[in-house]
T-cell receptor, first 112, second 113 residues
Framework: KQEVTQIPAALSVPEGENLVLNCSFT??????LQWFRQDPGKGLTSLLL?????REQTSGRLNASLDKSSGRSTLYIAASQPGDSATYLC???????????FGSGTKLNVKP | GAGVSQTPSNKVTEKGKYVELRCDPI?????LYWYRQSLGQGPEFLIY????????DSGLPNDRFFAVRPEGSVSTLKIQRTERGDSAVYLC???????????FGNGTRLTVT
């Protein structure tokens, strides 16, 4: 079974700092990987989707990378803002199984 | 356009009762997923529909749980003889195809007393 781990579990940074969130997975036979944001009491919002053949995706201040062979992905957030405060989750879709395995998330707090 | 809609947003029920949770996906999305999320954890897969059929129900914890999607759009998750351990947030998601992002609803918070 695919195991997804996210480190750190929680992170508190001052506004303006660049930061990196980490995601690791045990089975490299993945179809794609997605990063999500979850605000308290809300559902998940997709931030970036990286297909297994891709190395990275960028959207605004967010950049996600994927190293399938080592089972790792990182989410880089540039110039963090208080509005970025949320829980960030990564999910891997197993090859051809349409089943997503989620990590437990990194809870980010950006202090003004 | 409208996102994924889940009703009710909150449901409190007594142990042993039957509950139904509804999901209305984004129009045109053929893939529909149910997940369950406990406090401080990531969502856990329950079932995946492609069209009207359950393509993968391997995440359903036991036979008290059942889900349908009779016309390929709205889905209902049904839980019989609820137990306190069923308390969680039940999330529904839909996607256009396998290369598209998942779109989640806000979830139904189920509390079994």
């Amino acid at each position: 079974k695919q195991e997804v781990t996210q480190i750190p579990a929680a992170l508190s940074v001052p506004e303006g700092e660049n930061l990196v969130l980490n995601c690791s997975f045990t089975d490299s036979a993945i179809y794609n990987l997605q990063w999500f944001r979850q605000d308290p009491g809300k559902g998940l919002t997709s931030l970036l989707l990286i297909q297994s053949s891709q190395r990275e995706q960028t959207s605004g201040r967010l950049n996600a990378s994927l190293d399938k062979s080592s089972g790792r992905s990182t989410l880089y957030i540039a110039a963090s803002q208080p509005g970025d405060s949320a829980t960030y989750l990564c999910a891997v879709e197993h090859d051809n199984f349409n089943k997503f395995y989620f990590g437990s998330g990194t809870k980010l707090n950006v202090k003004p | 356009g409208a996102g994924v809609s889940q009703t009710p947003s909150n449901k409190v029920t007594e142990k042993g009762k039957y509950v139904e949770l509804r999901c209305d996906p984004i129009s045109g999305h053929t893939a529909l997923y149910w997940y369950r999320q406990s406090l401080g954890q990531g969502p856990e897969f329950l079932i995946y529909f492609q069209g009207t059929g359950a393509a993968d129900d391997s995440g359903l914890p036991n036979d008290r749980f059942f889900a349908v999607r009779p016309e390929g759009s709205v889905s209902t998750l049904k839980i019989q003889r609820t137990e306190r351990g069923d308390s969680a947030v039940y999330l529904c998601a839909s996607s256009l195809n396998q290369n598209s992002p998942l779109h989640f609803g806000n979830g139904t918070r189920l509390t079994v007393t």
